[in-house]
C-alpha cells in the first residue's frame, strides 16, 4: 500500500519538473507563424464571439488576442503577467506580457529577464531610447536581436510620475513588418 502513494509522489514531482522546465522557455509554448492552437480563448478581435464581441471587436479589426487557459507564469524565476498571443490572418506575429514585481524594481526586473535570456542565446541591444516631458510621462524603450533573428522589445512607461510594470514583446521581424505594411501601405521597414 505504501507504493501507491509514492508511485503518485514520483509522478507528480516528475511532471511538475517536466513542466517546470518547459515553463521557463517562453520559446517552447509558441510558434511564429503558426495558427491558433485548441487551447487558446480568443480575448479580442474578428475571432471573438458572444459578450467578449460586444467589447472587444470592432468592425474592421483584423488583429486577433488569445490566452491560453493554462500558461507561464514565470521565466527563469521572473514572474510575468499571462501572455498575450496576437495573430493576423490566423498567423501568430507576436507574444507580449508584462514582467510583475514592485514597480520601483522595473529597471531591475528587464535586466534579470535579459540577463536571463541572454543565458540561453545571444541577446544583442539594438536600441536604448529614453524620452521624458515635464507632464511626468517617460519612457525607456530597449530592443534586443536574439541569435534565432527574433526581436524581444523591453519598454517601461511612466503616467503621472509613477512606472508602470515593465512590458516586454517579442516577435519575428519579418512577419512584423508583413502586418506593419498590411495596415500602413506607406510603411517601409528599417533593418534593425
Not at 536571463?116 to 529614453?130: G, I, K, N, Q
Not at 523591453?154 to 503616467?159: G, S
Amino acid at each position: 500500500m505504501k507504493v501507491l502513494p509514492s508511485l503518485l509522489l514520483y509522478l507528480l514531482l516528475s511532471t511538475g519538473l517536466a513542466q517546470a522546465g518547459i515553463d521557463n522557455d517562453p520559446f517552447a509554448t509558441f510558434a511564429f507563424g503558426e495558427a491558433p492552437q485548441g487551447d487558446m480563448l480568443c480575448t479580442a478581435g474578428p475571432c471573438a464571439a458572444g459578450k467578449t464581441a460586444l467589447t472587444h471587436r470592432a468592425p474592421t479589426q483584423a488583429v486577433a488576442y488569445y490566452k491560453k487557459s493554462s500558461d507561464l507564469t514565470h521565466i527563469d524565476g521572473v514572474e510575468i503577467s499571462a501572455p498575450v498571443y496576437t495573430y493576423y490572418q490566423e498567423e501568430l506575429f507576436q507574444v507580449f506580457f508584462k514582467l510583475l514585481g514592485p514597480a520601483e524594481e522595473g529597471e531591475q526586473l528587464v535586466d534579470a529577464f535579459i540577463d536571463r535570456l541572454r543565458e540561453r542565446s545571444a541577446a544583442t541591444l539594438l536600441h536604448d531610447t529614453f524620452a521624458a516631458a515635464p507632464s511626468g510621462k517617460a519612457y525607456h524603450d530597449q530592443v534586443y536581436l536574439l541569435d534565432n533573428g527574433y526581436l524581444i522589445s523591453a519598454r517601461r512607461t511612466q503616467e503621472d510620475g509613477r512606472w508602470l510594470p515593465p512590458h516586454i514583446s517579442l516577435y519575428e521581424p519579418r512577419r512584423m513588418d508583413q502586418v506593419r505594411l498590411a495596415f500602413n501601405p506607406d510603411y517601409r521597414p528599417h533593418d534593425d
